[in-house]
């Protein structure tokens, strides 16, 4: 699910903010709608869908340093449309923004980039792949091998990304519903990237490998009126299977959950199936944001604690939000990512 949807709020009226979270919940008519039948195209959908409201590139990466010290890495380019086209030059209604962050286990550093569609600033193509904004960079063949790079003022990487598994469709071949409404988007990821290359840290270099997943992601209505928010999470177990799971916040919350076995078949899960409880909250950055969870997909045997791996992973951009790595203990051992959204009160 994720917080790439929020650069949807830089474009939207004071009074839509209320409207579901970041104002995700508000009327999108006059734009393309997500739809059950529409079957995901590749290479062509790794691209952008400008007749959609918001869209999404959107990459955590579990890595480890030599002396054995966690790192996550976040890199994610969002598309926001005031209009449902395309356009040149300064006449395009597409905006773009940019997100960066390193996490270690004392400390987090998050850069931010905005910028006008139209006049190459920032932009995607599907074939072959690239993703940018100014000198941030995802590039590749397909989705196979990427190159990713990003920096900030404490900050830079520079790593490289191979594909070990399938794509994976979440939902209804990749038709994602997000509430009881019905409010839906297209959701597909990449979860199966090993990681090499360097960070580099006010103490310098550090070589580092891992793992990586990708999320991509296009709608123009993704929430209802009423949902505050989101905790989204995307585990990767020491046997080779994941779990994406998401809790939409609202008058009654909404779950949803795909099952990916090592092998990258998938399995969807309906609406209850997936559980997530808070177990312990710290004041970060001015609010109560949980950072230790108990996660249960009982289906599957999993019941396990997450928790995070630096409990201060906010992100001080345009519009706030939690995203860090978190490590896995319990019926399952492995590490992930969090991601929480309207904890901003």
């Known amino acids: 699910m994720n917080v790439k949807a929020l650069i949807v709020a830089l474009c939207l009226p004071l009074p839509a903010l209320a409207q579901g979270f970041a104002g995700l919940g508000t009327d999108a008519e006059e734009f393309a709608q997500p739809a059950p039948a529409t079957v995901l195209q590749f290479p062509a959908d790794h691209g952008a869908h400008p007749a959609f409201r918001i869209e999404w590139w959107y990459l955590t990466a579990n890595l480890t340093g030599p002396d054995g010290t966690p790192y996550g890495l976040q890199w994610t380019l969002f598309r926001s449309a005031l209009a449902p086209h395309d356009g040149q030059g300064w006449q395009t209604p597409q905006l773009w923004m940019g997100h960066a962050a390193v996490t270690t286990p004392k400390a987090h550093f998050v850069a931010e980039r905005l910028a006008r569609g139209g006049i190459g600033q920032a932009g995607v193509q599907a074939a072959p792949f690239s993703a940018w904004i100014d000198d941030w960079a995802m590039e590749g063949q397909d989705l196979e ?9 404490d900050f830079a990487y ?3 990304l191979d594909a070990t598994g399938p794509l994976v469709l979440h939902g209804q071949n990749g038709y994602s519903v997000k509430s009881a409404a019905g409010q839906a988007s297209h959701y597909y990821s990449q979860p199966f990237f090993q990681v090499s290359g360097n960070l580099t840290l006010p103490d310098g270099t550090i070589p580092v490998t891992g793992r990586a997943w990708l999320d991509r992601e296009w709608s123009s209505q993704p929430l209802a009126q009423d949902q505050t928010g989101w905790d989204w999470f995307s585990l990767s177990f020491d046997s080779g299977d994941k779990l994406m799971g998401f809790v939409l916040r609202g008058t009654k919350d909404f779950t949803a959950a795909t099952w990916i076995a090592a092998d990258g078949s998938a399995t ?10 808070p177990l312990a ?3 970060v950055a001015g609010r109560e944001v949980p950072v230790e969870w108990r996660v249960r997909l009982a289906e599957r045997g999993v019941d396990v604690t997450v928790q995070a791996l630096n409990p201060e ?8 939000y939690w995203e860090g790595p978190v490590r896995i203990f319990g019926s399952h051992a492995g590490l992930g990512y969090l991601e929480m959204t309207g904890y901003d009160d």
């Open 268 to 277: 969807a899960l309906p609406d209850g199936a997936f559980v997530a409880v």
């Open 313 to 320: 992973a906010w992100m001080a951009t345009s519009v706030p």
């Open 281 to 283: 909250r710290r004041a």
């Open 145 to 153: 091998r990427l190159r990713l790079t990003a920096s900030g003022r």
């Open 158 to 160: 520079d790593v490289g």
